[in-house]
């Protein structure tokens, strides 16, 4: 499994942008699933951005136009840049990895090694 570490939560206005960074350690991050979800208290948690190990990706309608996941093979390290950021955004974000071959954002089940969330709070 691969150990991961989430950065870049913070409080910003509507409208504002933040990137979250998630370092991964631990052998083949390329060859993981790669996620975002993000939970509010009392609600399931929500898968946002899904990318693949060929580098397809796959977003929840909610966040559709305004987040935009990536990766950088060789600082092992997950981006989520959002954009547009709304109060309903605000949650604790948390990156994931999966040694599936396809992602399943509906899915935590499927993902095996999780980071320790970061708080994002739009307001």
């Known amino acids: 499994h691969v150990q991961l570490v989430e950065s870049g939560g913070g409080s910003v206005q509507t409208g504002g942008s933040l990137r979250l960074s998630c370092a991964a350690s631990g052998e083949g991050f390329g060859r993981y699933c790669m996620a975002w979800f993000r939970q509010v208290p009392g609600k399931d948690r929500e898968g946002i951005a899904v990318?693949?190990?060929?580098?397809?990706?796959n977003y929840a309608d909610s966040v559709t136009g305004r987040f935009t996941v990536s990766k950088d093979l060789a600082k092992s390290t997950l981006y989520l840049q959002m954009n547009s950021l709304k109060p309903e955004d605000t949650a604790v974000y948390y990156c994931a990895a999966a040694r599936t071959t396809y992602c399943f954002i509906d899915l935590p089940s499927t993902f095996t090694s999780w980071g320790q969330g970061t708080q994002v709070t739009v307001s």
């Open positions: 990318i693949d190990k060929d580098g397809g990706t």
